[in-house]
């Protein structure tokens, strides 16, 4: 099923996901998953864009967009992530201290999408 590279558990899930809940074939859903990381890459610059230039409307619209985008995908955890940092961003006063580490974690996040696995 898998080529010699190997795949993050993360990518392995959303593949599961999509097989399981959407009937879908191996390379719809590799078109979907592509999809999806391109998404999720774009809306972690949005959010560091957004931190720096204190924008917390922008922020707040890009944790509603991953909270929808990751769990369309089963990716509850990072559904939830982006509810909270839709959240957090709707008040500016505590914005600045809360978010940032919600974004880093992201990052995080993100990063299982873009490197295969070493097992």
Known sequence: METAQKISG???AVRRHL????GLAEAETLDILQSFVQNLEELHQEMEEALQSK???DLNHAGHS???VAANV???DLSRLGHEIENASLTPLTAGQVVPPMVAHFGAALHEFLVPSKS
């Open 10 to 12: 993360r990518v392995a």
């Open 19 to 22: 097989e399981r809940e959407y």
């Open 55 to 57: 924008q917390w409307s």
């Open 74 to 76: 089963g990716q509850t």
């Open 66 to 68: 991953l909270k929808g």
